[in-house]
């Protein structure tokens, strides 16, 4: 497995009425999470958008355990459980400065050719970057 | 079972880079379907929340089967399958004009006090008027 | 002059923790608002997109008098005060149900070529559909 | 005058199709740089919001120069040109990372009691520490 952390603080924008961070800016955190992620192995995912590679996501499910509120700095922590085939699993955790976990997560992305949108394998240099850093 | 529909013009900022829905958008889709569900029984939420009653949300997922593209004029049917407890399920599908499903989803909610936070029944109006819609 | 009206019902997404519209999103409401004026006249501004033509905004201007709240229904009122050239100037209001003014506002845009970003003249088609309701 | 920076990464879903970040999202960006500029001072809006004093924005304006793009590092300057008064007027400038100026803006927002929603003077704490590295 493979497990990264990164952090964002909450915008007031993404806080609702009820004072706390909308339920839908979760999803955006995972990406974040995702992201940083690819980035900690030397990737970015604007270039492989660039290079022809996008990754469609498949499914999101998130389970909501305690509200993040505004001006929180909040731990996003993304796991890869399993070694990515042509579809790659993250899975999310979410916690506040207290180490409380406000939420869980999961989201089923596709590597897929940006022109015939059709599924492809992950690029082999990301999976030589992955090998190297894997923990059984 | 109770069942309504509702629809939503993609707008522009709604849209990513790859030129279709940002897929944090569809959760703040799925709750305008159950807002406008609640108003077809004579309920808004604005209403339960300043009379002390909340809606938390538990739990989210989204199954993406074909991208919302800018412009796009979306169906939501919003599905109630079970008679609601201190939890309420909701069902979603989201169709394009040409009737195309797009996703399928699904949340979770708790009727909840706003000033302890703690889960409580439905109201009982709404229970009444969900009787006198639902179909078997 | 030309004006057009159109609605848009508050979303729970939208507001922030002071129980208003986040400050940004009537950025976006104008858009929906800019959006219908030119569907009044026959056009879509996907179809220009995917024809070559490309609005970027140059500017954005807005005065916020009354917060708008959850769930209001609004007025997007649209105004172009003077025929567009290679810049479109919009003009905007934004009502809640009780008539009640809570913004204006101002975007100016730039009809450009998409492919070299270049600022281009409006379609010869939407200057003649804008003669024929323009009022002195 | 007093003057600080602030980084924010451009997330995914801040695009949109032209493949830009969507122009309301700039001014969720000044937001972040004026939140930012309180905590160099010792403040957190948060803790004005909690103990009473709020800050309603009464005016936007964004000049949009070049566009920013998919997870750009931009800087974000934020500038107070002139004392506080119940009135505090910030200027913004945005950068990405090989410097060009991407868009400049100003917000003004007027300090108010969060129960009387009627104007009211600065904190004196924060009028201090203002003070104390203000620069003719």
Redo the contacts between chains.
């Keep these: 497995m493979y497990q990264t952390e990164t952090n964002i603080?909450v915008?007031?924008?993404e806080?609702?009425?009820?004072?706390?961070v909308?339920?839908?800016?979760y999803?955006?955190y995972f990406?974040?999470g995702r992201?940083e992620m690819l980035r900690t192995l030397g990737f970015?995912?604007?270039q492989w958008?660039d290079s022809g590679i996008?990754l469609?996501?498949?499914?999101?499910?998130?389970?909501?355990i305690a509200?993040a509120?505004?001006?929180d700095l909040l731990e996003i922590r993304t796991i890869l459980k399993d070694r990515p085939t042509a579809r790659i699993s993250f899975d999310y955790e979410i916690m506040n400065e207290t180490g409380e976990l406000l939420c869980t997560g999961n989201t089923v992305l596709v590597f897929a050719d940006a022109r015939t949108r059709r599924p492809t394998r992950p690029p082999a240099e990301f999976m030589n970057a992955l090998s190297r850093v894997w923990k059984v």
Excluded: C, F, H
């Design positions: 603080r915008r007031y924008g806080t609702d009425r009820m004072g706390y909308y339920y839908a800016y999803a955006q990406e974040v992201t970015t995912y604007r958008e996008i469609p996501v498949k499914s999101l499910s998130i389970q909501y509200p509120t505004y001006d």
